[in-house]
């Protein structure tokens, strides 16, 4: 299995313009996690999803995030209009069982 | 949220000689896990501890579980040059699949 596989692995783009992150989470896991990390405030989960579902997406910061899961092999955190705050390295990660999560090698988003 | 606390935030050791680092948490747990990160990388599952288990060891990695002090140790032996990474805990206190996440430990082995 090749793993969580994000895209991009690196995104640099101006304020206000639209980010889109996309994930491929390893088949047959039913769990999907988007997390932030940044040196601030460290590993953040913003939501996840359960069979395509989104459960809980309390940790999304506001409305200019917003993510979906089309279906099991695929989703997508969305930021617009992105903002420099948004800095951060994106991390997806995929389940099957509550003791291990597997996560994919991240984007690292640069807004400028 | 973060609830797990790790320390030392920093740890600069010799190769070959023995990494520790703790977590503190504040709730119940169903069990405490922890994953390292090389710099660049995602997070990569290292060993699961339950609630009732007091020790557990996986090749060189030996991880303790103090529910009493809701705390828990990773001890990594005859540390390597390749042990260089950043090593969260992260503990499962709920009946969902959220993990809860610590700041996390920089661990760097000098050669």
């Known amino acids: 299995d090749a793993g969580v596989i994000q895209s991009p692995r690196h995104e640099v783009t101006e304020m206000g313009q639209e980010v889109t992150l996309r994930c491929k989470p390893i088949?047959?896991?039913?769990?999907l996690f988007w997390y932030r990390q940044t040196m601030m405030r460290g590993l953040e989960l913003l939501i996840y999803?359960?069979?395509?579902?989104?459960?809980?997406d309390s940790g999304m910061p506001e409305d200019r995030f917003s993510a979906k899961m089309p279906n099991a092999s695929f989703s997508t955190l969305k930021i617009q209009p992105s903002e420099p705050r948004d800095s951060a390295v994106y991390f997806c990660a995929s389940s099957f069982d509550p003791d291990t999560q597997y996560f994919g090698p991240g984007t690292r988003l640069t807004v400028l | 949220s973060q609830q797990g606390e790790e320390d030392p935030q920093a740890l600069s050791i010799q190769e070959g000689e023995n990494a520790t680092m703790n977590c503190s948490y504040k709730?119940?747990?169903?069990?405490l896990q922890w994953y390292r990160q090389n710099s660049g990388r995602g997070l990569v599952h290292l060993i699961l501890?339950?609630?009732n288990e007091r020790e557990k060891h996986s090749g060189r990695l030996r991880v303790t579980l103090d529910t009493s002090k809701k705390s828990s140790s990773l001890l990594i032996t005859a540390s390597r040059a390749a042990d260089t990474a950043s090593y969260f805990c992260?503990?499962?206190?709920?009946?969902?699949?959220?993990?809860?996440w610590g700041a996390g430990t920089k661990l760097i082995i000098k050669p």
């Open positions: 501890i339950r609630s």
């Open positions: 709730t119940s747990i169903n069990n």
């Open positions: 999803f359960n069979n395509n579902v989104p459960i809980d």
């Open positions: 992260a503990t499962d206190a709920g009946s969902n699949y959220q993990l809860i």
């Open positions: 088949s047959g896991h039913d769990y």
